[in-house]
């Protein structure tokens, strides 16, 4: 790609003529006119005395190496595809005719604890840029440190809330510190790959979103200075839904919309805010995010084409979030909290062009030939699919309670009262960011126990280790059995995904945050057990006091069973029916949740997570367990619901 990259960067600039330039061929003309043809080499209207045009065309352009360039863009993510599918991916989109690749790098992923930086393996941000380059895409990197993207605190990491006076996106000083030196670490990495020095990245996002949030008018300047004095020089951008467009901006920087359907209120707002300037719908939303208990969301094919058409029709710009959305591996998922909490599945199919698995949709065959018009009908072959198999069903013959798998935790905590997990002393200094945490006490009676919302976000609750009840959002109060003797009382709380957005992200910590109260008296003297359920966990219990599985094994527990592949590994779905909730992992990974209470009844495992011939399968189940997995071809995100 280095041999072809021009030498000027993406600009915008105000057409001068009384017709109005478009980007990368497509013709806007009016409905039913006999003149006007949709030819993707004509770039003007050839007749526009003749009629007028049912809508404005864009007064701007952008450029690119001097010459006019339309963005077809499209949303991949490197921190939910498997690094071995990178290519596949980026090959996929440059067969459906999209130019330019769009990326959000996840502060919490590349920086798990502060000061610890991660950029290998499936982190590798230079290679994945690279490939881009390689393939022939352009990118527009969006760099945060704040990114939403549905994730745990939108992808910052939980470690900055063990400061109780921490404001995020703001510039209190404990948050700017913390972007600095995460930013020292990061934009080295990306300078060198900037269009200005030959690399694949035209573009720059600001933050995100932040016009929904807006608490600090000095904040967004900030970011961009910081973004500028480490080396990046290409174009800035902003990225907003319509109410946010106003105060999301920064002097300097080009403001884009986000969008599912076209409304024209919103670009004659756009165009008032930022007039001569082209438009850019930054996130054209293909599909929606599931939450557990909801429906699988779907936006119908021929409503997302036809928008899109409208809007190339209109000359604008547009980058598809999701093109390919991919997985959130482990506990990457976050959470909606409007109008109340629930947490998201673990597939983040979206209903995107390209499926969770890398599968062509109807959505992309629709897209690819209206695309193919902005590219002179030329277009790359589409590669061929990856085979997906089902694999003979695992039956678990191995059990290990929660409470023999302690020994393996983190040195257990002992406080007077409950201590969040973002607070423990564990992970050197940095606290728990995902997983279970145990908190146990001593009791001497029975009565009524009240969380009084304390709980974040669910509890499973036992006396002497017997199941007596769950906490939720919902349940804020248990009763306790009577008894006089000495009891240990056990809360083992999930925190099952932080807010994603919103303006409560200071108030995202988990575990137990605050008193839990037995007939109106606070609880203390509790000992904790961080369960994070790491890799290194999962490792350890190689060495634990497994079992063959009895006939009714207690609950929790962790189960394990062996995959056996015959050949080399495809990629396949899990299913677990008859299972209650849990977590699953294969060969020491967290694949993710599952939850009976859907949509997701499977859960995608990509073939290069498995090995040719044995696999070790261990699944965390909080309440109970058909004790068999089924492994199939295809997969079953649910029942569906069209997004209206």
């Known amino acids: 790609m280095q041999n072809v990259i021009p030498s000027l960067p993406v600009l915008w600039l105000p057409s001068t003529g009384s017709s109005r330039v478009f980007q990368a061929g497509g013709l806007s003309r009016l409905d039913g006119c006999s003149k006007c043809e949709e030819f993707p080499q004509k770039t003007v209207c050839c007749h526009p005395t003749e009629h007028h045009c049912c809508h404005p065309l864009p007064a701007a352009e952008f450029t690119l190496g001097g010459e006019p360039f339309r963005l077809l863009g499209g949303s991949l993510h490197y921190f939910r595809i498997p690094r071995a599918y990178w290519k596949d991916r980026m090959l996929k989109m440059k067969a459906c005719g999209v130019s330019t690749l769009t990326t959000f790098v996840p502060w919490n992923l590349h920086e798990p604890e502060r000061g610890d930086f991660q950029f290998r393996g499936r982190l590798d941000l230079e290679m994945f840029l690279n490939q881009a380059a390689d393939v022939g895409l352009w990118v527009v990197l969006r760099p945060g440190p704040y990114i939403d993207s549905d994730l745990d605190l939108g992808g910052l990491p939980s470690w900055l809330l063990r400061d109780r006076a921490m404001k995020l996106r703001t510039t209190y000083p404990g948050f700017t ?84 359907k076209l409304n024209y209120d919103d670009i004659k707002y756009l165009e008032a805010l930022q007039p001569n300037s082209p438009i850019l719908v930054m996130e054209h939303w293909t599909g929606w995010f599931d939450g557990w208990g909801d429906l699988h969301h779907s936006f119908p094919a021929e409503d997302l084409v036809a928008v899109v058409r409208e809007s190339l029709r209109q000359g604008m710009s547009i980058n598809l979030y999701m093109f390919h959305g991919g997985t959130n591996f482990g506990f990457m998922s976050g959470a909606s909290t409007h109008p109340s909490y629930k947490a998201l599945v673990t597939s983040y199919d979206y209903d995107a062009p390209l499926s969770e698995g890398g599968d062509y949709t109807p959505k992309y065959h629709l897209l690819r030939d209206l695309f193919s018009r902005y590219n002179n009908d030329q277009l790359p072959d589409m590669p061929g699919l990856r085979r997906k198999e089902g694999y003979e069903a695992v039956i678990m013959y191995q059990h290990l309670a929660l409470w023999d798998a302690l020994p393996f935790t983190h040195e257990p905590f002992k406080s007077r009262t409950p201590v969040n997990m973002e607070n423990l002393p564990v992970n050197n200094g940095n606290g728990q960011a995902y997983g279970y945490t145990l908190y146990e006490t001593t009791i001497t009676a029975g009565g009524f126990l009240k969380s009084r919302n304390n709980v974040r976000d669910r509890a499973l609750v036992f006396v002497n280790r017997s199941f007596i009840g769950l906490f939720n959002y919902k349940t804020l109060e248990l009763a306790v059995p009577d008894g006089k003797e000495e009891r240990t009382l056990s809360l083992l709380v999930e925190n099952c995904g932080r807010a994603h957005s919103g303006k409560a992200l200071d108030q995202q910590r988990k575990g137990i945050v605050g008193d839990i109260f037995l007939n109106s008296v606070p609880l203390r003297d509790f000992t904790i057990y961080s369960l994070d359920m790491t890799q290194d966990f999962i490792d350890s219990l190689y060495s634990a006091p497994w079992k063959f599985l009895p006939d009714k094994p207690s609950f929790p527990g962790f189960l394990q069973g062996r995959l056996f592949v015959d050949g080399y ?70 029942m569906t619901v069209d997004i209206q």
């Not at 720059?204 to 990046?232: C, N």
């Not at 319509?242 to 599912?260: C, D, P, Q």
């Open 177 to 260: 510190e913390a972007v600095n030196a995460f930013f020292d670490k990061l934009i080295p990495k990306v300078v060198p790959l900037q269009f200005k020095k030959g690399g694949p990245i035209i573009a720059v996002q600001v933050e995100h979103e932040y016009g929904s949030f807006a608490v600090d008018r000095d904040y967004m300047p900030f970011l961009k200075e910081a973004l500028q004095s480490r080396g990046i020089n290409e174009l800035l951008l902003t990225s907003d839904s319509h109410e946010g467009l106003k105060s999301g901006g920064v002097s300097g920087a080009l403001r884009t919309l986000n969008l599912r």
């Open 569 to 638: 590994p495809s990629d396949t779905f899990v299913k677990l029916a008859g299972w209650s909730k849990g977590v699953i992992f294969i060969n020491g990974q967290n694949l993710g949740r599952y939850w009976d209470l859907g949509p997701q009844q499977a859960l995608y495992i990509p073939g290069p997570l498995l090995n040719s011939g044995l696999n070790q399968v261990i699944v965390f189940e909080e309440q109970e367990a058909d004790f068999k997995m089924q492994f199939e071809d295809t997969p079953d995100l649910g």
